[in-house]
């Protein structure tokens, strides 16, 4: 199995950055993707990539505001995430799979491995 463990989330100001990393087991995955999780609200895809490839793709929600990164020597994949605003409040998840697909899928059923999450909260 691939596990996966979040960190890097906390609390910051509207308009500030955070960046959450992932760290996996292993880095034979196809896609990894970051979802968010807001309270009352289904988990939303907001950005995946490639690991072959390294082609992102972005949810209309955070494109040109968040961006994701591979480190493949040290098996993590990070989210950059910059202007943040009180909607983007939410745990964070970092999830995995293992077969390829074009694009990498932002649907959650999608992926077969997850971590735990890591809280991102953004006051006004």
């Known amino acids: 199995q691939v596990q996966l463990v979040e960190s890097g989330g906390g609390s910051v100001q509207a308009g500030g950055s955070l960046r959450v990393s992932c760290a996996a087991s292993?880095?034979?995955?196809?896609?990894m993707a970051w979802f968010r999780q807001a309270p009352g609200k289904e988990r939303e895809g907001i950005a995946a990539?490639?690991?072959?490839?390294?082609?992102?793709y972005y949810a209309d929600s955070v494109k040109g505001r968040f961006a994701i990164s591979q480190d493949n020597a040290k098996n993590t994949v990070s989210l950059q995430m910059n202007s943040l605003e009180p909607e983007d409040t939410a745990m964070y998840y970092c999830?995995?799979?293992?077969?390829?697909?074009?694009?990498?899928?932002?649907?959650?059923?999608?992926?077969?491995?997850w971590g735990q999450g890591t809280q991102v909260i953004v006051s006004s």
């Open positions: 999830a995995a799979r293992l077969t390829g697909s074009w694009p990498c899928s932002l649907k959650y059923d999608q992926y077969d491995y």
């Open positions: 990539i490639s690991t072959s490839s390294g082609n992102a």
């Open positions: 292993d880095y034979s995955r196809k896609c």
